[in-house]
């Protein structure tokens, strides 16, 4: 399957390009939930469930001991499933990216992409990975709207789809997550495609830095990871791990976004 890959608009560009807006006291350096002294945490997430994921990726991440969090399209997994079955043993996280990553969504109703996209690939994945602490989603192409309308009637639209189907959902811009707002905002947690439409690392070293800044959380988005850089939102495999050596080199809690959520608001998902 071919997934449409429509250019994403920064929303970030301008928070990156300029001086960081100080934060509230309680978000500086020092203060924080996390671990170990760390002073922001950052969530390693990856889309649409592909081949590189399995053959690049997992391996790289398993060897510095890190855990991602992995957004699977049942249209593009299907044939390996087993495989990421056995990928995900070792504690990588898996979410749901719907069953056919839908971009054109005029046509649906709350209901309807409900039934359709949503609950079927929930019920895969527990089919396949048994009961999930976590049930994270990841809206396909970016798109926080669900049918016609203005934007207000068509997000909101979205939400009801949402609401009762997964505990937290990640968009793919924004800043940096304030840890006291994680909860009112789990639907709408900010994220950032460091690599979508360039090789280098300058993009995610910000965003990273960012996140140190504000005793935040950082999300990272990364689709294909290949040999070399081919087209708009693939990220070449020497970059990928350049970015990586930028979080170990960081006071960051690197860890699954389940359980980086669970961590700041004590919700471990469906009973």
């Given at each position: 399957?071919?997934?449409?890959?429509?250019h994403?608009?920064?929303?970030?560009?301008?928070?990156?390009?300029?001086?960081?807006?100080?934060?509230?006291?309680?978000?500086?350096?020092?203060w924080?939930p996390?671990?170990?002294?760390?002073?922001?945490?950052?969530?390693?997430?990856?889309d649409?469930g592909l081949?590189?994921?399995l053959?690049?990726?997992?391996p790289?991440?398993?060897?510095?001991?890190l855990?991602?969090?992995f957004?699977?399209?049942?249209?593009?997994?299907?044939?390996?499933?087993?495989?990421w079955?056995?990928?995900?043993?070792?504690?990588?996280?898996?979410?749901n990216?719907?069953v056919?990553?839908?971009?054109?969504?005029g046509g649906?109703?709350e209901?309807?992409?409900?039934?359709?996209?949503?609950?079927?690939?929930?019920?895969?994945?527990?089919q396949?990975?048994?009961?999930?602490?976590m049930r994270l989603?990841?809206?396909?192409?970016?798109?926080?709207?669900?049918?016609?309308?203005?934007?207000?009637?068509?997000?909101?639209?979205?939400?009801?789809?949402?609401?009762?189907?997964?505990?937290a959902?990640?968009?793919?811009?924004?800043?940096p997550?304030?840890?006291?707002?994680?909860r009112?905002?789990?639907?709408?947690?900010?994220?950032?495609?460091?690599?979508?439409?360039?090789a280098?690392?300058?993009?995610?070293?910000?965003?990273?830095?960012?996140?140190?800044?504000r005793?935040?959380?950082?999300?990272?988005?990364?689709?294909?990871?290949?040999?070399?850089?081919?087209a708009?939102?693939?990220?070449?495999?020497?970059?990928?791990?350049?970015?990586?050596?930028?979080?170990?080199?960081?006071?960051?809690?690197?860890?699954?976004?389940?359980?980086v959520?669970?961590?700041?608001?004590?919700?471990?998902g469906?009973?």
């Amino acid at each position: 399957m071919t997934l449409a890959r429509p250019h994403r608009r920064r929303l970030l560009s301008g928070l990156l390009a300029s001086p960081l807006v100080p934060a509230p006291a309680r978000s500086q350096p020092g203060w924080g939930p996390w671990p170990s002294g760390a002073r922001g945490a950052v969530s390693l997430t990856y889309d649409d469930g592909l081949d590189s994921h399995l053959d690049q990726v997992i391996p790289d991440l398993n060897a510095r001991g890190l855990r991602g969090t992995f957004f699977l399209v049942r249209d593009n997994v299907d044939e390996r499933i087993g495989d990421w079955v056995k990928a995900a043993e070792p504690g990588h996280e898996i979410g749901n990216h719907t069953v056919s990553h839908q971009c054109s969504l005029g046509g649906f109703t709350e209901a309807g992409f409900a039934d359709r996209e949503i609950e079927p690939m929930e019920d895969y994945l527990d089919q396949h990975f048994g009961p999930r602490p976590m049930r994270l989603y990841a809206y396909p192409c970016g798109f926080l709207g669900l049918g016609r309308g203005d934007m207000r009637a068509r997000f909101g639209r979205y939400r009801l789809a949402l609401q009762d189907a997964v505990t937290a959902a990640r968009t793919v811009a924004g800043p940096p997550n304030d840890p006291f707002t994680v909860r009112s905002n789990r639907l709408d947690l900010s994220a950032f495609e460091p690599t979508y439409d360039t090789a280098s690392t300058e993009p995610a070293r910000r965003y990273l830095d960012a996140a140190l800044a504000r005793g935040g959380w950082a999300i990272l988005v990364f689709h294909d990871v290949l040999p070399q850089w081919r087209a708009e939102g693939d990220t070449a495999a020497a970059v990928h791990s350049r970015v990586l050596d930028l979080i170990a080199d960081r006071p960051l809690w690197c860890a699954p976004m389940g359980e980086v959520f669970t961590r700041l608001t004590g919700d471990r998902g469906p009973a």
